[in-house]
């Protein structure tokens, strides 16, 4: 930590940690208003349900689009009882922090769901969890030999615990944070190189992330270096991101399943309107179907 003869450099100039940190004013830049310090409901709020047994309360960022990713990837393959609705879940409104959210995530993130078809009614958060309970409820997408299905949850896991650094770390410094911090962005820019250039080499070795079939791990690693790849953050000369050649052709390859164009759509409220579907209900929902 900077000694006081060197508080001067401190950003801002002359900055000291206090010996108890207070919570007196905003910060997160973009997400100010829906960072505090403490965890629980702030209103009174009853989820709304729809007529599936799973319903997805969430909204179309990485984390959400991993789950709705799945579902529609088991709806193609037949499983019809992965059928869903997917109600949006506002954060930068708070809704979070709704009284039936909370009862559902007491962790207040996105994306969370209840499994009506069980007795009592399963509650799921935190995506890498909401991915291995559909995979093992509808086996599928989740290999059964021993040393397949290892792998697959390593790099599950490797996921979970890489994003912070891209998308907390790199992301909120380079992209959303109220001014540009030299070190923070340096700091952040060699881990998310590194964490590229790991899934890259990977990627040179196996057709899909964990191998030659296409699993959970590349759902949930698509979202994030598929789509940092895709233009997330607009980073891409600054990450010099032409260099991850395996990757490219991965993020290609994942980016073109059916599927994968639907679930991405659904709880987005942003960008091209014709791929906006701000909640799902039934397949008839992607009419026109996303191009």
Do not use: C
């Not at 349900?49 to 960022?61: E, F, I, M, N």
């Not at 998308?167 to 962005?185: L, S, V």
Request: glycine share 8%; net charge neutral; no cysteine.
């Amino acid at each position: 930590m900077a000694t006081d003869d060197s508080a001067d450099r401190n950003l801002p100039a002359g900055y000291r940690p206090p010996r108890v940190w207070t919570w007196d004013q905003p910060s997160g830049g973009r997400f100010a208003n829906i960072n505090r310090p403490v965890s629980g409901a702030t209103h009174e709020k009853t989820l709304p349900r729809g007529k599936h047994p799973l319903q997805l309360y969430s909204l179309g960022t990485p984390n959400g689009q991993k789950v709705t990713i799945l579902l529609e990837e088991l709806l193609a393959v037949g499983h019809k009882g992965a059928e869903y609705d997917a109600w949006l879940i506002k954060i930068h409104e708070g809704e979070q922090f709704g009284s039936g959210f909370v009862a559902v995530n007491p962790n207040s993130k996105i994306p969370a769901m209840l499994d009506y078809s069980t007795d009592p009614p399963t509650r799921l958060f935190e995506s890498a969890s909401i991915l291995l309970y559909l995979a093992e409820k509808f086996d599928a997408f989740l290999p059964k030999e021993h040393y397949r299905r290892a792998e697959t949850m390593n790099w599950l896991m490797w996921q979970m615990g890489s994003a912070p650094y891209l998308g907390g770390g790199f992301g909120h410094f380079y992209t959303y944070a109220p001014f540009k911090i030299e070190y923070a962005i340096n700091r952040f820019a060699m881990e998310a190189k590194r964490l590229l250039h790991v899934l890259d080499t990977q990627l040179g070795r196996n057709e899909y992330v964990a191998g030659d079939q296409y699993t959970i791990a590349d759902i949930a690693n698509w979202t994030w270096y598929g789509g940092i790849m895709n233009g997330t953050y607009d980073a891409r000369e600054f990450l010099a991101l032409h260099e991850y050649r395996n990757l490219a052709r991965w993020t290609e390859l994942v980016g073109s399943r059916p599927a994968v164009r639907r679930g991405r759509r659904v709880n987005t409220t942003t960008g091209p309107e014709e791929l906006r579907l701000p909640e799902r209900h039934s397949a008839a929902d992607f009419d026109p179907p996303a191009r």
